[in-house]
């Protein structure tokens, strides 16, 4: 068995004449958490979207645990969990019953389903709301039932887009506590994030992609190498992705 | 530091910037639209002005008719003419007075820019103001568009003085603010009390199940004919209202009386309608500085009530509570029959829609019940053949309008299908799901409750026109393979104009789609209709007997049901891998 849990090749994306995506070429292994980091609109979403089967991609091929995701989707997702960026659930489901109904999608087996329900309402938090609407739910809330959602049937690949926006800080550091312990237990987990402290602290590897294409990808310690003696990751990040000028900054708080 | 000026902005320039804004982005809507697109609006703003000068040629034609001295001699309509503008202000104004609660919810409590527009340093006023203007200028649009012809028709059949045209724009105008202040004060009083989202749910349950009633209830005054006990007591009610001591008449009065050059009457009338709709203007705006700024910060800041579903009670309760047919299922298709029927049940809007069929079945059933099942004989001069094609559309009338009331339930549950998922469709489709049992699961959730009402209606019916047994059960057969059809029909529409960013219900399937495949359901049925039905009727007219036409019907209907119903999802399977994806 691979340890190869998630592997784009030449992964590239258009919309009409925008090109997203420009041939993406990445690995996580297991028992990886793989930092991806971007400006705005440099294509993170959209490659994360086209890794768990959300969006074809134009051209090139992803994997997850193995398996093709555009010719083998149901062993692809079957493997992985989504957390998106905006937790856009079933309003009108209680966070038990959608755990219940992502559970049945992902044949989750019977006798298990109660029990791990339980487990994630309480990991989270939201036992005392599980049988509420999620329509009553705050951000925070949501975002939870979402992450919640995606491990219910314990993936092995767990892809996130920036989880901890909208969490505060004793959900965040839960989050960053999960994924640490789903790694040691050889998952591969896929964080985008603009937090760069977190990428820099949790993730073993860090992707940096910029205009659609992969710009810089490696551990810290390899992408210090590669920023010419700058020791933070914020300035590796900005000197690869270009930062505010000095007086730009300068010209607005005039 | 960096130094803001503060901004002291007035009311009105505030409102004027507000709306400006709201120009400004119409415009650019329409400089960035597909030309297509451009030319269709280009289209329909010809159309309206081809309209407004059509109703006005034909209103001044008409209303010089009903002036003209050959006819006085026969009726005399003074009162009723001068009533007219009465008549159209008041109806002006309880219109807006009833539609506008429902609109003003939602731009005053549920817009998306409320957030922004409450944090900027707008005056409250300013804000209220331009959101009741943006309200109500679609309906007050309307009134335009079926008054203004009217009444300008009034004047030019009866020469008014020029100062007619201008006022009515300004009274129509001044009763539509006043009508939009009251049912402002009126969803901001509510709002204090129940939660805007909900209110916005039970409202749009209730204004389409009352709609529904209204148009409906014409099914049983149509038969009325009016007697001349009527008219009278009709042309009182009208006189009543345009009684001098009615606010409702001051108005229309002081039109008439500024068109026949009664300048007292005139000044009177227009000068009291002008004041009543400032002072209450200024009441609302009033009451917008009490109760709006306060209600809005109420909505964010007051914890909402939790709505509880059942509570969790144990593994073996959630055991209990599944269907009798999951075993035969995969569970992902019953998951997904049971999550919808879920979301369907719990959210208002929804089942407002799902509620139309329910009452259209029992208008017609007591319809049908009133009828007896029985042909009119009328004077007895039809020929013989054509009595008896008559009694045989009788017979099968019942199975007619159940597939109807199926074909109203489908446009809803099979259309709509894959857009009520909405934004959450990702859980969907990040899923190891098939889109073939994506498909089944859509199928079966819109299929077996418009069986279950079809086949109601189909039963209360047949019992009601006392049928025979054989025409029950072929009808139960025609309710059951016909609608099964329908879901592909309907299905196949859905997956093709799915859009999965409705805010609104409404718009949940693609325009032009949604419109096709509403034609292209309708065909289904009428089709479906003469297929199973045809046989049944023309076999025994020939000299067969009754049952062999019921066989042949269903032999041919069924193969035609089948067909729809496995053919149009199983073309557009390719297409479900795509929903959701833009590009």
Known sequence: ????????????????????????????????????????????????????????????????????????????????????????????????????????????????????????????????????????????????????????????????????????PKSARLIKDLLRQLAQRGAAVFLSTHILEIAERMCDRIGIINRGGLVAMGTMAELRAMGQGQASLEDIFLSLTGGAEDAAIAEVLQ | ??????????????????????????????????????????????????????????????????????????????????????????????????TSFGVLLQSLYLARDMDFLMAAPIPVRAVFISKLIQAILPNFALLCLFGLPVLFGLGASAGYHALFYPLVILLLACMTFAAAGLSAVLVMGVVRLVPARRVAEALAAVGAVASLICSQSGNFTRTMTFNAQQTTQMMDLLSRVNAPWSPFAWAGRGLIGLGTGQGATAALGLGLTLVLAVAIFAVTLRACEVLYHTGWSQMQAGTPRRPHVRPHDAPRAAAARRPAFPRLLPRAVTALIIKDARVLRRDLRNLSQLMTPLILGIVYAAMLARSGGQVDPGRGEAPEWFMQGAGQM???????????????????????????????????????VTPVRLMLAKA??????????????????SLLQRAGSSVMLFGIAVVALALAGGVGVNLAFGVAGANLEWEDP???????????????????????????????????LLGGSAGLGQAIGVVVGGVFALVCALLPPYLMLGRVRRIGEVG
């Open chain 1, 1 to 168: 068995m691979t340890d190869i849990l998630i592997e784009t090749l030449d992964l590239a994306k258009r919309f009409g004449d925008k090109v997203a995506v420009d041939r993406v070429n990445l690995q996580v292994r297991a028992g990886e958490i793989f930092g991806f980091l971007g400006p705005n609109g440099a294509g993170k979403t959209t490659t994360i979207k086209m890794i768990v089967g959300l969006l074809q991609p134009t051209s090139g091929a992803v994997r997850v645990a193995g398996h093709n995701v555009q010719t083998e989707p149901l062993a692809a997702k079957a493997a992985s969990g989504f957390v998106p960026d905006e937790p856009n659930l079933y309003t009108k489901l209680s966070a038990r019953e959608l755990l219940r109904f992502v559970a049945e999608l992902y044949d989750v087996p019977r006798a298990a389903v109660e029990r791990r329900i339980e487990e994630l309402l309480r990991l989270f938090d939201l036992t005392a709301a599980a049988d509420d609407l999620i329509d009553s739910y705050s951000h925070g809330m949501r975002q939870k039932a979402s992450l919640a959602a995606a491990l219910v049937h314990d993936p092995r690949v767990l892809v996130l887009d920036e989880p901890t926006v909208g969490l505060d």
């Open chain 2, 1 to 98: 530091m960096i130094g803001v000026a503060t901004p002291r902005a007035s009311v009105a320039s505030s409102t004027w910037k507000l709306l400006w804004l709201r120009v400004r982005i119409w415009t650019s809507v329409l400089r960035h639209a597909t030309v297509r697109r451009k030319i269709g609006t280009l289209v329909v703003a010809a159309l309206v002005v081809g309209f407004l000068a059509a109703a006005f040629a034909g209103s001044w034609a008409l209303l010089s008719f009903l002036r003209s001295p050959e006819l006085a001699q026969i009726v005399d309509l003074t009162q009723l003419l001068e009533a007219l503008p009465t008549v159209i202000l008041t109806g002006a104004f309880l219109t807006i007075l009833v």
């Open chain 2, 394 to 432: 009788m017979a099968y009338g019942n199975i007619g309008i159940a597939l109807f009331i199926g074909w109203i339930m489908l446009s809803r549950l099979g259309m709509m299908a894959f857009s009520h998922e909405g934004r959450a469709y990702w859980l969907i489709k990040t899923a190891p």
């Open chain 2, 444 to 461: 079966l959730t819109a299929y077996l409750p418009t069986l279950v009402i079809g086949e109601l209606f189909l039963l209360v019916a």
């Open chain 2, 506 to 540: 409404r718009h949940m399937v693609r325009g032009s789609v949604g419109c096709i495949g509403s034609f292209a359901g309708m065909a289904y049925v009428a089709l479906a209709a003469a297929f199973f039905l045809g046989p049944a009727m023309l076999v025994p």
